[in-house]
């Protein structure tokens, strides 16, 4: 028998855990800390070996260093309630651009691959002496629900939109890779965000000496962009599964003592029943969910509006705005202090919102 969580905000606290189950293969773009704790964060691999050195195969006649680099960006997770938004780029010497990537090792859109066979390439990426790992290097932005949301709920014109979020990722990626590391990426991919004649001429004049296409279904058309794809996809996939576990680890220590299962919260999508299941069954009637919630999205907000959510009176007087928009969006705090400052700062009101 299922029961529902009696105390959302709780579910939520105590010390995060140090390291990810060691059941799950993680990739190095997960920092489970960060991603537990809220945040938004990048990760570079480290630069591919054969293109930190030129080639000695014998008989060639121009190394990796002196071949030019293509790149690609996509993203996974822009929908959905639950979980961080990942955008990634892939990049590798053009001459390998369809041979490694289409003919050796199969990459395409990962939504028309299995969850198996994006895993195994994930993998391959990741282990030494791979021709994937060898030649190709990637990078990651991990954009956290908690970051989603405080930029879309800015007052006024201070919202900063998904779009423009979406776009500033794609820049840090591009920049990182690009300027930061001085690699040779003269052609750029990228699946499009909204009209792809606009985000591309934005994205010229930020990068004029780069050849950048941007398309729709271009995880399909480009290699390099179905590699992305795939780097984003799983990135995005474990992201969510990690945070799954350690809320369910959390519940059950607070429910040890009764026979109760937690909700799964299925694949994070508001048109998911059993996403939505979870977020009916662990609401906190003040605070809501914790850092893997997008609070910004209309399900969430139309929930707490007429699913039990409470009103708070907040204390006049002085510009609390601050501390209390700490309160609305940092449920995972976790002390002493915090429960006391909660107690201070908010108390409930008798008018329910029904």
């Known amino acids: 028998m299922e029961a529902d969580n009696q105390n959302g905000c709780d579910l939520f606290q105590g010390s995060l855990s140090t390291s990810a189950p060691t059941s799950l293969f ?33 008989g060639e006649t121009e190394s990796f260093q002196d071949d030019y680099l ?3 960006v996509d993203e996974a997770g822009r929908g959905p309630v639950l979980g ?20 050796e090792y199969s990459f ?11 895993m195994n390439l994930m993998r391959l990426l990741c282990t030494p002496r791979n021709p994937l790992f060898e030649h190709c290097g990637w990078a990651a932005k991990l954009l956290s629900a908690r970051d989603i949301s405080s930029g879309m709920m800015r007052p006024g014109a201070g919202s900063y939109n998904l779009n ?60 390099c962009v179905s ?24 519940w059950n220590t607070q429910n040890s003592s009764q026979e109760v299962t937690m909700h799964t919260w299925g694949s994070g999508y508001p048109s998911d029943s059993k996403c939505v299941t979870w977020l009916r069954t662990n609401m906190d009637p003040i605070f809501g969910w914790g850092n893997e919630c997008r609070f910004s999205w209309g399900t969430v907000k139309e929930m707490l509006e007429s699913k039990g959510g409470s009103k708070v009176d907040w204390p006049g007087g002085g510009d609390m705005s601050q501390l209390k928009d700490f309160l609305l969006t940092n449920a995972g705090a976790g002390t002493k202090s915090y429960y006391e400052l909660r107690e ?9 919102l029904l």
């Open 344 to 352: 201070w700062y908010g108390s409930r009101s008798t008018d329910i």
């Open 164 to 223: 423009a979020q979406a776009m500033d990722a794609t820049v840090e990626l591009i920049r990182g890779i690009v300027e930061e590391r001085s690699l040779n990426v003269r052609e750029v991919y990228i699946d499009t965000v909204g009209n792809p004649a606009t985000y591309q001429q934005r994205l010229e004049k930020i990068f004029p000496s780069l050849k950048i296409t941007v398309a729709k279904k271009a995880d399909s058309l480009y290699p």
């Open 108 to 118: 395409n859109d990962s939504k028309v691959l299995t969850p198996g066979v994006r």
């Open 26 to 58: 993680v990739p190095p773009s997960i920092d489970y800390s960060k991603l537990l704790s809220g945040e938004s964060y990048s990760y570079f691999s480290s630069c591919p070996p054969l293109l930190a050195t030129a080639s000695s195969t014998a």
């Open 84 to 103: 961080p938004m990942v955008y990634s780029a892939f990049y590798l010497p053009r001459r390998l651009h369809h041979s490694l990537l289409s003919k």
């Open 227 to 250: 590699a992305a794809s795939v780097v984003a996809k799983v990135t995005r996939d474990i992201s969510l599964e990690l945070c799954h576990e350690e809320v369910a680890r959390r």
């Open 70 to 72: 293509v790149l690609g």
